[in-house]
């Protein structure tokens, strides 16, 4: 009974995917699709040997792998050669018809993504891998089988197919992907398409199963059980099989169409979901590909036209300040609205007051703008001969815009920042560093449950967490929670507050005050109110302390805000004052750096650093010449390799404890 009902639900999910993400029309609410997966995932849970490779619930992303394996392309991914303008496409055709008496092209949207090859065998999805060199490319298998609109298994059990497509990260879904990867202090991506590719060659497929990636496929390159004479035909083919096929492509029997064609197509950019960078022009007609061939590059019977950045006149009306969640102050210009590469455009980034002296961008200015990668509208050029005296010249403002916290820029940086601990602007990020693994470590507080907790306004700073106990009632309603879970995270809130000074330091995200900087200073100093009452000299004869982490911790502690905050946390009963301070050291490791690699046989790596710091040392975690000791532990790799080269002295973990008295 229950291996039917799994076949129904595969078939039911299967077709509800396709509805949804290959022909946008769906015909079920996302809770309804949720609950038939739910359903399919707990019967393969109680019936392992029914799972199959294209059960819909194999997209979730399994264990991270290892490495990619090398794929070689028995058909080669080649790239198009690229044109740029109306007379290089005349050109081309001219090319075309000099070898050929009557031919029809298909023209296609360009696809700005990263591209892949798929293969079916009897229908189900065996392989997939990235374009690499044309020839050898890496098996991303199981971060594919997390696309969506890759089918699993197709319409159609052809006997074996390969095709290949452009997988792509939706704008919106980027620019949410950015800001998220911006309040978590990680790589911010320059285009979606370098999103697509860093998503798909993760390790992890876990991660490219977060990102809502899609696919186009716009190729047949090998096919056993059908024929094709066309290249529009096998588009209809793969259409039908269950694929996402390059929407909208035009046949045109002369290049005057081509170029009409290809002007349709430029037209729409802007206006999608997705990337357009260009046109492809390919012969239609199968044979007569073969009879043109290829050159060790590029096809003879294809180019991409490559659209060039739409510019438009307008005015720059104001300019005003954004505040990023990590506090950043960014200017933008507010525009006089203009139609560029497809939508309308009333705002652009201005970057940084660098980058608007270096312009020479004023108020008032009649200025040149274009969206950068068809996306983000920015600032080209000022048209200076336009100005007429009335033009104003921007300054950026002393104090945040969100808060009135001062704004402080520091030397040799682009970037003014709010240092307003408690600026709404800043919220999300502040409080998911605060909860973060180095900082104060409370297990269950996600980024998630703090975009939900901020969403329903049960916290806006740091100081609501430990708050949290009071609003027990209103979170245990909340979808996703339930009591178990409500309760396991308020213990684990409580258990945080004997965290200690060292970590409550990390947590306040004090620019330039990390891990290593905040047990120096809980070393230093009693408890948090020592600390807040220091001055520069005391700061700056701490070790490692300089002149910018001491005007850094000084600027923290006088903000009005950040008095507001101690006062609440004290009031919570979070413990401020320093386990460290005052204890006894040994010194015999005083000024002296080690460098730890390799497993050792009892020490775990923590500890180790722990027995350094603690008798005087620095651990560092790479080796130079003022380096004094390398511990080393079995599987030692390059750090040795370099000290010996060095001369650096080399000891074990029995040496280590001796010097030490341990």
């Given at each position: 009974m229950d291996e039917k009902r799994i076949k129904e639900l595969r078939e039911l999910i299967n077709y509800h995917n396709y509805k949804y993400n290959v022909l946008d029309d769906p015909e079920i609410q996302d809770r309804e699709y949720d609950m038939l997966l739910k359903e399919l995932e707990q019967l393969e849970e109680m019936h392992p040997g029914l799972i199959t490779p294209d059960s819909p619930t194999q997209r979730v992303g399994g264990e991270p792998i290892k490495g990619f394996k090398k794929v070689s392309h028995e058909v080669p991914m080649q790239s198009l050669q690229d044109v740029f303008s109306i007379d290089e496409l005349r050109k081309f055709d001219e090319r075309i018809e000099k070898s050929l008496d009557e031919y029809e092209y298909v023209v296609e949207q360009k696809i700005d993504g990263l591209s892949v090859s798929l293969e079916y065998e009897n229908g189900v999805l065996t392989r997939g891998s990235t374009r690499g060199d044309g020839l050898v490319g890496e098996d991303i298998t199981a971060n594919l089988r997390t696309v969506k609109s890759i089918p699993l298994r197709l319409r159609e059990d052809v006997e074996f197919l390969e095709v290949r497509g452009e997988v792509y990260l939706p704008v919106g879904d980027f620019l949410e992907l950015n800001e998220k990867q911006e309040v978590l202090g990680d790589k911010i991506f320059a285009n979606p398409r370098n999103a697509a590719a860093g998503s798909l060659r993760q390790l992890d497929p876990r991660v490219a199963a977060e990102r809502n990636l899609s696919i186009f496929v716009f190729n047949v390159q090998q096919v056993r059980g059908r024929e094709f004479s066309t290249h529009s035909e096998s588009l209809e083919f793969l259409k039908a099989v269950g694929f996402k096929v390059s929407p909208g492509y035009y046949i045109c029997n002369k290049i005057d169409e081509v170029i009409k064609a290809v002007d349709e197509i430029g037209?729409?950019?802007?206006?999608?979901?997705?990337?357009?960078?260009?046109?492809?022009?390919?012969?239609?007609?199968?044979?007569?590909?073969?009879?043109?061939?290829?050159?060790?590059?590029?096809?003879?019977?294809?180019?991409?036209?490559?659209?060039?950045?739409?510019?438009?006149?307008?005015?720059?009306?104001?300019?005003?300040?954004?505040?990023?969640?990590?506090?950043?102050?960014?200017?933008?210009?507010?525009?006089?609205?203009?139609?560029?590469?497809?939508?309308?455009?009333?705002?652009?980034?201005?970057?940084?007051?660098?980058?608007?002296?270096?312009?020479?961008?004023?108020?008032?200015?009649?200025?040149?703008?274009?969206?950068?990668?068809?996306?983000?509208?920015?600032?080209?050029?000022?048209?200076?001969?336009?100005?007429?005296?009335?033009?104003?010249?921007?300054?950026?403002?002393?104090?945040?815009?969100?808060?009135?916290?001062?704004?402080?820029?520091?030397?040799?940086?682009?970037?003014?920042?709010?240092?307003?601990?408690?600026?709404?602007?800043?919220?999300?990020?502040?409080?998911?560093?605060?909860?973060?693994?180095?900082?104060?470590?409370?297990?269950?507080?996600?980024?998630?449950?703090?975009?939900?907790?901020?969403?329903?306004?049960?916290?806006?700073?740091?100081?609501?967490?430990?708050?949290?106990?009071?609003?027990?009632?209103?979170?245990?309603?909340?979808?996703?929670?339930?009591?178990?879970?409500?309760?396991?995270?308020?213990?684990?809130?409580?258990?945080?507050?004997?965290?200690?000074?060292?970590?409550?330091?990390?947590?306040?995200?004090?620019?330039?005050?990390?891990?290593?900087?905040?047990?120096?200073?809980?070393?230093?100093?009693?408890?948090?109110?020592?600390?807040?009452?220091?001055?520069?000299?005391?700061?700056?004869?701490?070790?490692?302390?300089?002149?910018?982490?001491?005007?850094?911790?000084?600027?923290?502690?006088?903000?009005?805000?950040?008095?507001?905050?101690l006062g609440r946390l004290k009031e919570a009963g979070v413990d401020m004052a320093s386990s460290d301070y005052g204890v006894k050291k040994s010194g015999v490791l005083l000024e002296k750096t080690v460098v730890l690699t390799g497993a050792l046989p009892t020490l775990k790596r923590d500890e180790a650093k722990k027995l350094i710091e603690d008798n005087g040392g620095k651990a560092s975690s790479s080796v130079s010449k003022k380096t004094d000791y390398v511990l080393a532990g079995s599987e030692a790799g390059s750090k040795l390799t370099k000290a010996q080269t060095l001369g650096v002295t080399i000891i074990d973990e029995e040496e280590f404890l001796k010097i030490i008295g341990g």
């Open positions: 037209n729409l950019r802007g206006n999608d979901s997705y990337e357009i960078d260009g046109a492809v022009i390919k012969v239609n007609d199968l044979t007569q590909r073969e009879e043109l061939g290829s050159t060790s590059k590029n096809p003879r019977w294809a180019v991409a036209y490559k659209y060039p950045a739409e510019q438009k006149e307008t005015i720059l009306k104001n300019i005003f300040v954004q505040i990023g969640r990590t506090g950043v102050l960014t200017p933008n210009a507010e525009l006089e609205p203009v139609r560029v590469s497809g939508s309308n455009v009333s705002r652009a980034t201005l970057h940084n007051i660098d980058f608007i002296t270096s312009k020479d961008i004023r108020i008032g200015d009649h200025v040149i703008i274009q969206k950068a990668g068809d996306i983000i509208p920015e600032v080209v050029e000022v048209i200076k001969e336009k100005r007429d005296g009335s033009e104003k010249e921007f300054v950026m403002p002393n104090s945040c815009p969100a808060c009135g916290s001062p704004v402080g820029r520091e030397e040799n940086m682009a970037a003014y920042r709010c240092t307003g601990i408690e600026c709404p602007a800043q919220q999300f990020r502040s409080i998911v560093h605060f909860c973060s693994k180095p900082a104060m470590n409370i297990d269950g507080l996600g980024p998630s449950l703090i975009d939900l907790f901020i969403k329903k306004e049960l916290i806006s700073t740091i100081g609501d967490i430990f708050y949290l106990h009071e609003k027990r009632d209103s979170m245990v309603i909340l979808e996703g929670l339930g009591e178990k879970s409500v309760d396991k995270l308020i213990e684990s809130i409580d258990l945080s507050k004997s965290n200690g000074l060292a970590r409550l330091l990390v947590g306040f995200g004090i620019r330039h005050v990390g891990s290593r900087a905040g047990k120096l200073l809980a070393k230093s100093f009693s408890d948090i109110d020592a600390l807040g009452k220091a001055s520069h000299e005391e700061l700056i004869v701490i070790d490692e302390v300089g002149d910018i982490m001491a005007n850094s911790i000084i600027s923290f502690f006088t903000n009005p805000q950040t008095t507001h905050l």
